[in-house]
């Protein structure tokens, strides 16, 4: 079982910029596909950024040049550094484990980013 817990959501004004965090325990960091997916009200859960097979980044084209995705191995972390923040970035974020040894999926528990002035 892999465990993921977000952090660093809120509250920010139109073009603002916010840092999410998602630490992961319970798995091999360095061997799970980190990614984060958002879900606004009324609407499908949907890709922001994620990491595919190697070191390969696949953005949503809506936070291509807003929005990067990073790791850091050694604190068995993922980050989302989110730029430029809109109305429409408003949702929850939640940070997404896929392990390459195994088919399984986990998912923490959402963090809620909303952009209003």
């Known amino acids: 079982q892999v465990q993921l817990v977000e952090s660093g959501g809120g509250l920010v004004q139109p073009g603002g910029s916010l840092r999410l965090s998602c630490a992961a325990s319970g798995g091999i960091f360095a061997l799970l596909r980190m990614g984060w997916y958002r879900q606004a009200p009324g609407k499908q859960r949907e890709l922001v950024a994620r990491y595919d097979s190697g070191s390969y980044v696949d953005y949503a084209d809506y936070v291509k040049g807003r929005f990067t995705i990073s790791r850091d191995n050694a604190k068995n972390t993922v980050y989302l550094q989110m730029n430029s923040l809109n109305a429409e970035d408003t949702a929850v974020y939640y940070c997404?484990?896929?392990?390459?040894?195994?088919?399984?999926?986990?998912w923490g528990q959402g963090t809620q980013v909303t952009v209003s002035s």
């Open positions: 997404n484990a896929r392990p390459q040894y195994n088919s399984a999926i986990f």
